[in-house]
């Protein structure tokens, strides 16, 4: 691989062993990848400060220890704890402690703490165009496909060492041409009616990710809707854990994608794949398992972060049943950011929320932070991202709803079967 | 019969019997850390353990913390023996080349063609050897 001047200085640990120990990384793996050379990012999101466990301690703070410092702003993703409320939660102390010194490792080395798996609906919002090292599939999914910013799926670990070292591999996304569109894939046409709920959007992403392989897909016959930043972090979330979607294009709607001759780079395949409605129902149907039954243990809300117009919105929709609390079997979970949190407390949603029976967690998620009772066996959540990670991270069974069919769950501890909307 | 891979992610020698995967994997939210067993409900070899397996997968997919799942297997001599895919895996080399920094432990990653994936029987003996300066799959006949 060719390296500039400044880069082999840097890799001969003329920055120090940080910065040293980082750039191997990076270049071992560019080298791996086949990069010709390395490129500059102005942003760095990290997710490996998510797991809970010695090698991800000690990753960290080797590099703390030996004068890390993060070289570009850089925000940090969800972390397995609230750090300010864990104790009320009744996480125990030893289940809090490595990841305090986890959180303090990324603190020392310059992170900004954010916490959240959606830092583009607030935390840091990248430009078309702009280079940068993001981990969390979701946050990747978002940023290359609605924002237009370039980053690859970076690895944990990666997303640190691009961070200290302000570098990365030139390789994939970060390259014109590996954003073209290889794959068409063409709804059936639906009513803009059906497209309202961020559910269906999770139900498509889905799809999506079954049907994209390692293909970049651009979606065609969506009816002329401008879908809502909530939606499309739903239908990436969903795309990027049913398949390994980095990048997706909706033609007429995301910034590359003008039109499907954009996305294709003036390149269109001729293949087209077909997707007639029963595949959209078939897909939100194959989000619930097939054995859940029974009282609902747990609603999950917030996968990803709840954001501040999903806050206002669950307001609104708790006010249309006055009086009505959560009920005595169910837990109620929202997922969100301190910042969103914060937000919401000032508007006066937090409290509405708080009384009804919700348990707001920050900084954290569902799979790290173990919040749901571990005999639960049926968990309610609007998240395609959820649905699919949840029967096997959690051990229970998932049905799929939308927003309202979550709130029915709370109140009345059974679920609901809402239809699919197409 | 030998194969030759189509590129060497992370070098290095390795003896293993195959799991054969049709279906993708995370290794987060796919594979439990605390016992290596494949827990997506959704997958192929579901309970199935990837320990010291050659563990075929046509490609890694989902989560980014895949390659710090890979790392803490390593670190617990829980991971499989060597990983095989179709397309490049960036988020699992990335996992072992960070074992093999910080705890001089490794597994080879290699790719290998879409034919030769398919040609492969689930629980064959496979070595991943160098002869000459190439390394290569050696498939052990069975007697």
Partial sequence: MELSARERDMLKGGDGEAAHFALSIIVRTGEALGAPRLRSIEHAHIDACALRSPSSLDFIQYLADNGGRVRVPTTTSMISLDLEHW???????????????????????G????????????????????????????AVAYANSVLGARTNRTADYLDICAAITGRVPEVGLYL???????????????????????????????LIGRLSDEQVPVIEGLPDIAPTSDQLKMLGAAAASAGS??????????????????????????????????????????????????????VVLGCPHFSDREFELLAAAIRQHPGATVHAHTQVFIFTSAAASETARRNGQLKILEDFGITLIRDSCPFYLPVVRPDARL????????????????????????????????????????DPPW | MRIEPTHILVPGPARGRLLQCRHSLSLWGGVDVATGVIIDQRHDRRGDCITDRILALPSEKGSSTGSAILLELIRRRLAPAAILTIHRAPILTLGVIVADELYGRTLPILTISEHDFHTLEDNSMLHVMKRGVKWELLLETQN
Wanted: aromatic share 6%; hydrophobic share 40%; net charge negative.
């Fill in chain 1, 87 to 109: 104790e009320a939660l009744g996480i125990s102390r030893d289940l809090a402690e490595p990841s305090l010194a986890i959180a303090k490792a990324y603190l020392q080395v």
């Fill in chain 1, 111 to 138: 992170c900004r703490p954010t916490w959240t798996c959606a830092p583009y609906q607030g935390a840091f919002v990248p430009q078309l165009g702009q280079a940068i090292a993001w981990g969390e599939s979701n």
């Fill in chain 1, 176 to 206: 014109t041409e590996n954003r073209r569109a290889t794959r068409r894939i063409q709804l059936e046409p639906t009513p803009a009616s059906s497209w309202t709920s961020p559910a269906a959007w999770g139900a498509l992403g889905t």
């Fill in chain 1, 245 to 298: 979607v980095g990048l997706f294009h909706l033609a007429g709607i995301t910034p590359e994608a003008p039109d499907v001759e954009s996305a294709c780079q003036g390149d269109v395949p001729e293949a087209v794949l077909h997707v007639p409605c029963h595949q959209l129902r078939e897909a939100w149907d194959e989000l619930s398992s097939p054995t859940a039954t029974g009282d609902v243990d747990a």
């Fill in chain 1, 379 to 418: 968990l309610v959540t609007n998240s395609g991202k959820c649905a699919y990670y949840a029967p096997g991270e959690l051990k229970v069974g998932v049905h799929y709803s939308d927003l309202e069919g979550c709130l029915h769950a709370a109140i009345t501890g059974q679920r609901q079967d809402v």
